[in-house]
């Protein structure tokens, strides 16, 4: 079993940066990749971010390329999502998720554990 708490949301003017956490609690953590993804308001939920269990490996959507970065501290347990340069499109709930394998994926189904969600609102 694995639990994922996210934190670190919060309101931020256009321009500016937030980093979220997530914590994980099970003993897996380290064998498992881990993503990002986000919904807004009556949009459907979109893949953002994901990095490999060895932290060689990381992909990102293009719309948060070159302004967002994920990073993950095995011994901590913890993932992070930097966010730069964030626009109000930005705004959405931010949730982490842990595939079973240690391979980066795309697709939400391919992930088996989600976190409870932080939001990020980004004002113009």
């Known amino acids: 079993q694995l639990q994922l708490v996210e934190s670190g949301g919060g309101l931020v003017q256009a321009g500016g940066s937030l980093r979220l956490f997530c914590a994980a609690s099970?003993?897996?953590?380290?064998?498992?990749?881990m993503g990002w993804f986000r919904q807004a308001p009556g949009k459907e939920r979109e893949f953002v971010a994901g990095?490999?269990?060895?932290?060689?490996?990381?992909y990102y959507a293009d719309s948060v390329k070159g302004r967002f970065a994920i990073s993950r501290d095995n011994a901590k347990s913890t993932v992070y999502l930097q966010m730069n340069r964030l626009k109000p499109e930005d705004t959405a709930d931010y949730y982490c998720?842990?595939?079973?394998?240690?391979?980066?994926?795309?697709?939400?189904?391919?992930?088996?554990?989600w976190g409870r969600g932080t939001q990020v609102t980004v004002s113009s």
């Open positions: 990095i490999n269990w060895s932290a060689d490996a990381t």
């Open positions: 998720a842990a595939r079973p394998t240690g391979g980066v994926a795309i697709l939400a189904k391919n992930y088996g554990y």
């Open positions: 099970g003993r897996t953590f380290s064998s498992r990749a």
